[in-house]
C-alpha cells in the first residue's frame, strides 16, 4: 500500500506525496460517516484517509508461536504466524490520524554511529547470541536494538561482561493501555490489529496502545548487572508510568493532554503492575528479555461525543495512526524508512471479561502487494452511513435477549425476543413512498426514515462460535459485523436513485454523494473525490436508464398518470404507495437470515420443506425467510400487515427459479431447459397467482440487491458502476420484460420473441428476421457471439449440409 498526506494544514507530518495510484491525496477530511468535528481545538491530529490491500490468510497456515495477545513476548516479534498461501485480497479504506509518535527519536538505520554499532554487534556475539537472523522472518534487525537502546532509551542491556558469565538479557518497562468505550450498550476496547513496520515487514496480530518507558541516559559502563530496582513498580532509572501513560496516549494515538483531560477517565480498579522474567522475545531471538508492564484502564466518558469520532466512535469504525515520518514508498528506497516509524491499524472489538473464554489470536505476516502492482481501480473511500441514534437502545436490549435464551418459543426463540413488542411504522413507510419523487426528499432524510421498519436492527447481530465448540452470540458495529446492514442500505439507496432518475438519480446512482449527502456530478475523467471517475461518467451517459424505468412501470412501482384537456394533455410519473411500500418493506427484511443465530427450526408439522425435515435448522438463508413467511408471518412486522396479494409478490421473491438468465440473454439453452423449472414454479407453488407484475418486481428486488452488494452505500451502486460490464448490464435490463411474459405465455413464445427483438435491434444491422429451419440456430447464434455474430453466421451459411443440419 502507499500513503498519501494531507495537504495544507499540519506541520511535522514529513510525509512525502504517494506517487502509487491505491492512495490519492486528499483534503482534511472527517472519518466518513460521521457529522463534521465542532471539539476543534480538541482535534488530535490531521485527519487523512488510508487506503490498502488485505490479504486474507489462506488454509495453509502453519502457527509457530503463541498467542500474541497472551504473550508479552509476542508484541517484541513481528511474526508468529506465517502465510504460505493467501486465498484473497481485500481493499480497505479508513481514516487516518497523523501523530508524532516516535518520529522525534526516529533515524534512518545509515545514520546510526557505525562505530559503536559493530562495539555493539561484537558484543551480542560474545555473550553468544547468534544475530545472523535478526531482521528476518519477523525478528527485528541489530540496528533496531542499538536504536531501542541508545536512541530511544526503551530498554537496557545488561551481563553479558566478564564478571556476568557471559548472560546477556534486556530490560524493558511498558505501559500498556486498555482504552475502552460502549458501543451499541456492549463494552469494547481499542486494538491495534495490523502494524506496518519500517522495515517493509506486514505484522498481524491484536496488541493494545503500549510504549516503553524511557531510562535514563546512560553510558555503555552503566548497568552492567541486573539490579532488584529494576523489578520495583517504581523504577528510579525510568520516567514515572504514570507521564507515560499520558505520553502513550499521545504518541501513539495522537491524542493531546486536552483530548486526554476533556474525553477519558481512569478506571481505578483497572491498573495492575506485574513482571516476566527470562522471556524469549520473538522479536530478538537468543536475547531473553524482563518485561515490567503497567497496565492501565481508561473508559472514554461520552462516546457520543463529536470529539471522539476521530477514534472512530461512536460505530466503533476501525481508523488508522501513522508514527513519524512514515511513508509507504520510502520502503523501497535503498535506506528506507527511519527506525521508529510505524503505521497501525486500530479497531474496536469488544472486551473480553476476566472470566470469558479469549480467542487465540496468533501474529501473522502478510505479504504487502507492490504499489506499482495494484491497480487503480483497487483504491476506494470509505462511503457507509453512521448507524440510527436509536440502534444502541434497541441492541442493547437485544443483546440481554440473547443472554438470557430463555425464548424457546418456535421456530426461533432469539427472533422471537429481538422482534418482541416490535412494530413497523407504516405511516412513516407510506410518507416514504410519496415523497420519493419530492425533489426536497433528501437521501439523508429517506435514510433517517428506514427507522420504519425495525427489522434492519437484526443486521448488526452477529455470532461467533467459541474455541470450546459452544455458540456465544456478540453484537458489534465493526467494519466487518457491519457489512450486512450497509448491503441493505445500499438496495434501499438504489431503490431511491431508481425512481428519481428524472432528478437526481442518475448521479446518485453512478456517482455517489459528498459529504453533505449531494449527489455528485462528474464531467472530469480525473475527479479525485471518488473512485474510478472514468468508469463512472461512461456508466452514466450509457446506461439504458429507459430499461430501469421500464421495468419499474412493470412491476407496478411507479404509473403514468395523463390530465388536461381535449387539445392538449401531459402526462406525468407518480408512485404506486402500496407496491412501493412492499418493496420497501421485502428490502428490509430479504437477508436477515444471514444472521446465523436466528435461522429457524423446521416444526414436526411442516416437515418436509424444501428438503429440511423436523428439527431442522434451516440454513439456506432464502429458505429460511420463506419458512417463516410461510408459516410464521407474526414475527416479522414489515410482513405481516401487508395485503394478502401484495404479501404473495413478496414471498414470490424468495423462491428458487432455477433460472439462469444468462443462458436466456446469451440464448445458450433451447426455451425448456431455461424456463420449464421457472413456469412450475408459478403453476406449483403459487397456484397461478403470480401475474407479470410480480415476476418484474422479482428482478427489481434481485437489481436492487445487486446494486447494493458493496457496503458502500454512500458511494453509489458501485456493483454496477465500477464492477458489471455495462454490456452485459443492459443486455440484462432489456430482457426483463420477455422473462415477465412467462407467466402467461409458453417457454418457447417467449424464447421467440427475445430472440426476434435481438435480431431486429442488432448494431450493425442484420436485415429482415430469418424464417424457415435455420432462423432459430442463426438467432441464437447471433446472441452468443455478440460483437462476432455477423462473421459466425457467414461460417454458418459456408459449412456444409451436414454440419450445417447438426446446429
Known amino acids: 500500500g502507499s500513503m498519501g498526506n494531507s495537504q495544507g494544514t499540519g506541520s511535522g507530518c514529513g510525509c512525502h506525496p504517494a506517487t502509487a495510484t491505491l492512495v490519492q491525496d486528499l483534503e482534511d477530511v472527517t472519518p466518513v460517516g460521521h457529522e463534521k468535528l465542532v471539539d476543534v481545538s480538541a482535534q488530535p491530529g490531521v485527519v487523512t484517509n488510508l487506503v490498502y490491500v488485505e490479504r486474507a490468510l489462506g488454509p495453509q497456515t502453519t502457527a509457530s508461536s503463541a498467542s500474541a495477545a497472551a504473550s508479552t513476548a509476542a508484541a517484541d516479534g513481528l511474526s508468529s504466524r506465517q502465510s504460505e498461501k493467501s486465498s484473497k485480497t481485500k481493499t480497505k479504506a479508513i481514516s487516518m490520524l497523523q501523530t508524532a509518535g516516535l518520529g522525534v527519536l526516529a533515524m534512518p538505520p545509515e545514520k546510526l554511529d557505525k562505530a559503536r554499532l559493530a562495539t555493539f554487534r561484537e558484543s551480542l556475539h560474545l555473550a553468544g547470541i547468534d544475530t545472523s537472523q535478526w531482521g528476518y522472518g519477523g525478528a527485528k534487525s541489530v540496528e533496531h536494538l542499538f536504536w531501542e537502546t541508545y536512541q530511544q ?20 518497562r511498558l505501559v500498556k493501555i ?4 460502549e458501543i451499541f450498550g456492549v463494552d469494547h476496547a ?5 502494524q506496518f513496520m519500517h522495515d517493509g515487514q506486514t505484522v498481524e496480530r491484536k496488541q493494545v496502545p503500549l510504549r516503553k518507558l524511557v531510562w535514563a541516559n546512560s553510558s555503555d559502563t552503566e548497568f552492567k548487572e541486573c539490579s532488584e530496582e529494576f523489578y520495583a513498580e517504581d523504577c528510579p532509572h525510568t520516567e514515572n508510568w504514570k507521564v507515560g501513560c499520558k505520553k502513550t496516549l499521545e504518541e501513539r494515538l495522537g491524542l493531546s493532554l486536552a483530548w486526554q483531560a476533556q474525553h477519558l477517565v481512569e478506571d481505578s480498579e483497572g491498573y495492575r503492575y506485574t513482571t516476566e522474567d527470562n ?7 537468543g536475547l531473553n528479555t524482563l518485561y515490567c508492564i503497567h497496565e492501565v484502564t481508561f473508559r472514554v466518558r461520552d462516546p457520543e461525543h463529536s470529539g471522539v469520532q476521530v477514534i472512530g466512535l461512536p460505530e466503533g469504525q476501525e481508523f488508522a495512526t501513522a508514527e513519524g515520518d ?12 527511519a527506525i521508529g516509524t510505524q503505521l497501525n491499524i486500530w479497531t474496536w472489538a469488544r472486551a473480553a471479561h476476566s472470566n470469558a473464554t479469549k480467542p487465540s489470536v496468533a501474529a501473522a505476516k502478510v505479504v504487502s502487494v507492490p504499489s506499482d502492482k495494484k491497480p487503480a481501480d483497487e483504491s476506494r473511500l470509505i462511503r457507509r452511513v453512521p448507524l440510527p441514534s436509536t440502534s444502541a437502545q434497541i441492541l442493547a436490549r437485544m443483546q440481554a435477549a440473547v443472554a438470557e435464551k430463555k425464548n424457546k418459543k418456535p421456530p426461533s426463540g432469539l427472533l422471537w425476543s429481538c422482534m418482541e413488542n416490535m412494530k413497523t411504522d407504516w405511516s412513516l413507510a407510506k410518507k416514504m413512498a410519496n415523497k420519493m419523487l419530492d425533489p426536497k426528499y433528501t437521501l439523508s432524510q429517506f435514510n433517517h426514515d428506514l427507522s420504519a421498519f425495525p427489522e434492519l436492527n437484526l443486521y448488526l447481530l452477529d455470532e461467533k462460535t467459541s474455541s470450546a465448540g459452544g455458540s456465544a452470540t456478540n453484537m458489534s458495529s465493526g467494519r466487518t459485523i457491519g457489512d450486512e446492514y450497509q448491503r441493505t442500505v445500499g438496495a434501499f439507496f438504489a431503490i431511491y436513485w431508481m425512481l428519481r432518475l428524472d432528478i437526481d438519480g442518475k448521479e446518485g446512482f453512478a456517482n455517489g454523494v459528498d459529504e453533505s449527502w449531494t449527489p455528485i456530478s462528474l464531467t472530469d475523467k480525473n475527479d479525485m473525490r471518488v473512485t474510478q471517475p472514468e468508469k463512472r461518467i461512461a456508466f452514466q451517459n450509457n446506461a439504458k436508464w429507459d430499461f430501469f424505468r421500464k421495468l419499474l412501470m412493470d412491476a407496478g412501482l411507479i404509473e403514468e398518470k395523463k390530465s388536461g384537456g381535449f387539445f392538449k394533455s401531459t402526462t406525468k410519473i407518480q408512485v404506486n404507495e402500496k407496491r412501493l411500500v412492499s418493496l420497501l418493506a421485502l428490502t428490509a ?5 444471514k444472521m446465523a443465530m436466528i435461522l429457524p427450526e423446521v416444526q414436526k408439522e411442516h416437515e418436509p420443506y424444501h428438503g429440511y425435515a423436523s428439527g431442522d435448522v434451516i440454513g439456506d438463508h ?4 420463506s419458512y417463516v413467511m410461510d408459516h410464521y408471518p407474526d414475527m416479522l412486522p414489515s410482513f405481516k400487515d401487508l395485503e394478502p396479494a401484495e404479501k404473495r409478490s413478496v414471498q414470490f421473491t424468495q423462491c428458487n427459479l432455477c433460472f439462469n438468465h444468462g443462458w436466456f440473454v446469451q440464448a445458450e439453452a433451447p426455451p425448456g431447459a431455461i424456463f420449464t423449472k421457472f413456469r412450475e414454479a408459478l403453476i406449483r407453488d403459487h397456484k397461478s397467482q403470480i401475474g407479470q407484475q410480480d415476476v418484474a418486481l422479482y428482478f427489481v428486488h434481485w437489481l436492487t440487491d445487486l446494486a447494493g452488494a458493496e457496503p458502500t452505500p454512500l458511494a453509489g451502486c458501485e456493483k454496477f458502476v465500477t464492477k458489471f460490464p455495462l454490456p452485459v448490464l443492459n443486455s440484462f435490463l432489456r430482457s426483463f420484460e420477455f422473462v415477465e411474459k412467462i407467466a402467461t405465455q409458453t417457454e418457447t413464445g417467449v424464447m421467440e420473441e427475445y430472440l426476434q427483438m435481438r435480431w431486429s435491434e442488432h448494431t450493425p444491422s442484420m436485415g429482415t428476421v430469418p424464417i424457415g429451419d435455420s432462423a432459430i440456430a442463426k438467432m441464437r447464434l ?10 459466425v453466421l457467414h461460417g454458418f451459411n459456408d459449412l456444409v449440409d451436414e454440419d450445417r443440419e447438426v446446429l
Do not use: E
Open 782 to 791: 447471433l446472441c452468443m457471439a455478440q460483437m462476432n455474430g455477423p462473421a
Open 589 to 593: 427484511i430479504h437477508d436477515i437470515m
Open 178 to 181: 486498555k482504552l475502552v468505550a
Open 622 to 625: 432464502d429458505h429460511a425467510l
Open 153 to 172: 532509551r526503551g530498554c537496557i542491556i545488561v551481563g553479558g561482561g566478564k564478571g556476568s558469565g557471559g548472560v546477556m538479557k534486556r530490560i524493558t
Open 279 to 285: 522471556v524469549k522475545s520473538d522479536g530478538y531471538p
Open 326 to 337: 512514515f511513508n509507504f514508498n520510502c520502503q523501497q528506497d535503498d535506506n528506507g524508512l
Open 190 to 194: 481499542l486494538f491495534s490489529r495490523m
